[in-house]
């Protein structure tokens, strides 16, 4: 089996971090988004990876993707965003006759897609969808069951046939491109991967629902990164291998070999990179710093530092904050007791 991750889109639904760079190459728990799914294919057993790109976010994802061990990775264009069965569809040739998993990218799932990949390999059926219970099924396309198998998909529904959402994770055989070729845009112009599943279901073919296990996380939005942050961090184990003077440090902490901290506080989990320096601050739960950061005289806790970033002589508490990379944050009298900032990359504030 081969896997498809779209990432071809800016995600302006995450703006103002992805004004500079695509969402998929955005940190949360100290690695890229894109990471973390490479790597919950890898656990699946799946290393053959197709990433779906534009000319715009191809030298971000590519820079960020190139170091991960044991993955075969190609590159698929896709020179306009026509939706997901579209970009599902430039992968046709580079899948070929083989099974292919289609992997949401900004989806996290507690347990992995291993149990979607084990399924479909045991039964052998036209396609498995991952689905999770919700408490607003309006505001998602919902599978109606019979059994196991769905009978019917519904886009937002005005009257839900359940409370099952299709999530971020597909695993089809090579019928799929059949019904993807065929496909006319849908009213809001875009190439609908639930209508070929759907095309599927009324050819006969046989379409399986998964339920979830665990937590599942979509992070289309700034405020999700936060919440993904802190469920990723949750299973986080200590590892401290830098320098730490005159300082406390409690819970699990992952303190990189070359970061420094210096007279200050820090309570796990926190996620600190390489080359970053804390002096005189503290560091709540739930926070990672991205490498060549430096944190000094001021608090910061459940919150995602990106790479290079400068925090200083900040008195109000940093809190629930989204920091892009090299953005500056410094000054500032104690007015609210807390502070939260979502800054894009480069930005300067200045607190007076």
Known sequence: MKAIIPAAGFGTRMRPLTFTRPKPVLNVAGKPIIVHAIETLLAAGITEIGIVVSEITRPAVQQ???????????????????????????????????????YLGDNLFQRGVGSFVETFQRERPDAVIGLVEVENPRAFGVAELDGKRIV?????????????????????????????????????????ITDAIQALIDGGRTVLG???????KDTGQPRDLIE????????????????????????????????????????????????????????????????????RHAEVEHSVIERDCVIEHVETRL???????RAVVRG?????????????????VELT
Request: charged residues 20%.
């Open 210 to 216: 998964e339920t979830v296990l665990g937590w599942w």
């Open 228 to 295: 993904a942050n802190h469920l990723l961090l949750e299973k986080l184990e200590g590892d401290i291998q830098g320098t730490v003077e005159d300082s406390r440090l409690s819970g699990p902490v992952v303190l990189a070999a070359t970061a420094i901290i210096r007279n200050s506080k820090i309570v796990g989990p926190a996620m600190i990179g390489e080359g970053v320096i804390i002096e005189d601050a503290y560091i709540g739960p739930f926070t990672s710093i991205g490498a060549g950061s430096v944190i």
């Open 332 to 348: 500032g009298r104690r007015v609210p007791k807390t502070l939260k900032l979502t800054l894009s990359d480069e930005s300067i």
């Open 152 to 192: 019917r998909l519904v886009e937002k529904p005005a009257i839900p046939p359940s409370n099952l959402a299709v999530a971020g994770v597909y695993c089809f055989s090579a019928h799929i491109f059949e019904e993807l070729a065929r496909l006319k845009p849908s009213a809001r112009g875009e190439y609908e």
């Open 64 to 102: 960020a993707v190139e170091d991960v061990p044991g993955v075969s990775i190609e590159f698929l264009e896709q020179a306009e965003m026509l939706g997901l069965g579209h970009a599902v569809l430039m992968g046709r040739e580079w899948v070929g006759q083989d099974d292919v998993c289609v």
């Open 319 to 325: 809190q629930d904050c989204l920091i892009g990379l």
